[in-house]
């Protein structure tokens, strides 16, 4: 097989493999353009809760799927306004470096919303009931290097 042949080959699994990625339906947030959206998804890992990544329609936007349902990243969503709501800091310790994040939680009868607190733009995090996650907030785990991108300037507590 010549080399320019089994390039093609390559060539044309790669695409095969990369068209068998779901495509989940999304929606930007209205803040999507901010710049440091960009940083975040730039920086968001190849899985959530051991999920792959999955092809997204809108920008500033990602998901992690295996058919179940998807983990929904939104960068730029509407700052949460003073809220009674559950605010919650998780810590994370990655490579050595302790980041801490601030989340407003709340649910509906799809799953669990999380809408960071204190950074400008918002990330909104969903993780559907569908996946039968006992542990919805190791999503918040996974993605939390990469919302920290986007600096903290108000604190849950």
């Not at 810590?91 to 601030?102: H, L, M, R």
């Not at 996946?131 to 907030?137: F, G, I, S």
């Amino acid at each position: 097989m010549t080399q320019q042949r089994r390039a093609l080959t390559l060539s044309a699994s790669f695409l095969i493999l990369a068209g068998c990625a779901p495509t989940i339906a999304t929606t930007a947030g209205p803040y999507a353009p901010d710049p440091a959206c960009a940083s975040v998804m730039l920086a968001l890992p190849e899985s959530v809760l051991n999920l792959p990544r999955a092809q997204v329609t809108a920008q500033g936007t990602a998901a992690w799927s295996e058919g179940n349902g998807a983990v929904v990243v939104t960068c730029g969503v509407e700052q949460p306004a003073p809220t009674q709501e559950d605010c919650q800091s998780i810590t994370t310790n990655v490579f050595g470096i302790e980041e801490t994040v601030d989340w407003i939680s709340t649910s509906d009868d799809r799953g669990w919303i999380f809408t960071t607190y204190g950074r400008d733009p918002a990330i909104m995090v969903q993780v559907p009931h569908a996946l039968n996650e006992p542990q919805p907030t190791g999503a918040l785990v996974d993605v939390a290097p990469a919302i920290a991108k986007v600096e903290q300037t108000q604190f849950c507590r």
